[in-house]
């Protein structure tokens, strides 16, 4: 099925969820809390609650008594509605949609101690745009696997949705994938805003796979930018980089198409051409001259391709799928590979017809 738009609710706003909860007060978390706060102004629902998970005391302190996050959106001013606090528990009480915004690699904990909180009823929706490493699973397969979540419980979010952009209410588009169409109206209905459109999906696992692979190339993109390439080396590995993601996403049964929509190449597109891009930036160091292990120290957030590249090839093998960019990264992060050597690896594959892939 073809993404289609999300009509603008005709229903009471009290068929909607009233309590949101937010795991994850980081940039993109952050401001997604802000979309659904904006989104039921809009729609005329002043009842609804958002509360915003931190780790951090002086961040949620922040959010409560000057609704601001001045760690991650300088400068943006926060809904009143939006609350926030780090106890994990209370964050979680009552909600009738949990929205996972924190690193790949701390949602199975995080599932842990939610998981008796959770009504029949809750939806969990994945921001979440990486792989765990040592099972290679992705978000939805964590959370059906830690809560026996059902499918039509779960939804992802994905698309061209650079944070700082949307915080400041500049116009995008964006994807909800969900096994059941209904519930993936819920969560677009929820987040549809004068600035935020999103389009409905069922492609659950084209939709995961296109938000995971594009921060590798995005890793390589930067690559190029730290080594002084100009844009035809870039456009370059941006074009064979969907050519990868999209062998891939196939072969775990995704539908190609939704490789050439919002979560696929316009994803792609903005996270390889932005300088607000973490994935890019992180690249970008490494490209300058900077270990994987060393990036903590010029970055406040997680680069998800980072983490995630390992497992994306371990999944690439395991598929029997050529990727030969997210194998060249995987050692560059790894540390097997110089990057004076990454040029001519970037791009190695045997002389072949494009359209062979």
Not at 223 to 240: M, W
């Amino acid at each position: 099925m073809s993404s289609q738009p999300a009509q603008p609710s005709a229903v009471g706003a009290r068929e909607l969820p009233a309590n949101i909860t937010v795991l994850g007060s980081g940039s993109w978390g952050t401001t997604f809390a802000k979309v659904i706060a904006d989104a039921a102004v809009e729609r005329g629902d002043h009842d609804l609650a958002v509360m915003l998970w931190a780790r951090r005391d002086d961040v949620a302190a922040a959010i409560n008594e000057r609704h601001v996050n001045p760690e991650y959106l300088d400068e943006i001013d926060l809904p009143e509605s939006i609350r926030a606090t780090t106890d994990l528990k209370a964050a979680v009480e009552g909600a009738e949609v949990i929205v996972l915004a924190v690193p790949a690699q701390h949602v199975r904990e995080q599932l842990h101690a939610l998981k008796d909180a959770l009504g029949e009823d809750t939806v969990i929706v994945s921001l979440v745009k990486g792989l765990e490493r040592g099972t290679d699973e992705r978000i939805s397969e964590i959370c059906a696997s830690e809560l026996d979540l059902d499918p039509e419980n779960f939804a992802v979010v994905s698309g061209p949705n650079l944070a700082m952009e949307i915080a400041r209410r500049e116009p995008t588009a964006t994807v909800v994938a969900s096994a059941s169409e209904q519930t993936a109206a819920k969560i677009a209905k929820l987040t549809n805003c004068s600035y935020f459109r999103p389009y409905r999906n069922t492609d659950v696992t084209g939709v995961e796979i296109g938000g995971v692979v594009k921060n590798v190339i995005a890793l390589a993109v930067g690559l190029c930018d730290g080594r002084g390439f100009g844009d035809n080396s870039k456009a370059s590995i941006i074009t064979r980089g969907l050519a990868e993601t999209t062998r891939l996403a196939a072969a775990l049964g995704a539908r190609q198409e939704t490789m050439a929509g919002l979560a696929g190449l316009g994803d792609l597109v903005a996270t390889c051409a932005s300088p607000l891009s973490r994935n890019r930036t992180a690249g970008r160091f490494m490209g300058e001259g900077y270990r994987a292990d060393e990036l903590n120290s010029v970055m406040r957030q997680t680069a998800e391709g980072v983490k995630s590249v390992s497992a994306v090839v371990e999944l690439a093998h395991r598929m029997r799928v050529e990727m030969p960019i997210s194998e060249a990264m995987n050692a560059v992060v790894s540390g097997a590979l110089d990057v004076e050597s990454l040029a001519t690896l970037l791009l190695a594959r045997d002389l072949k017809s494009e359209a062979s892939s």
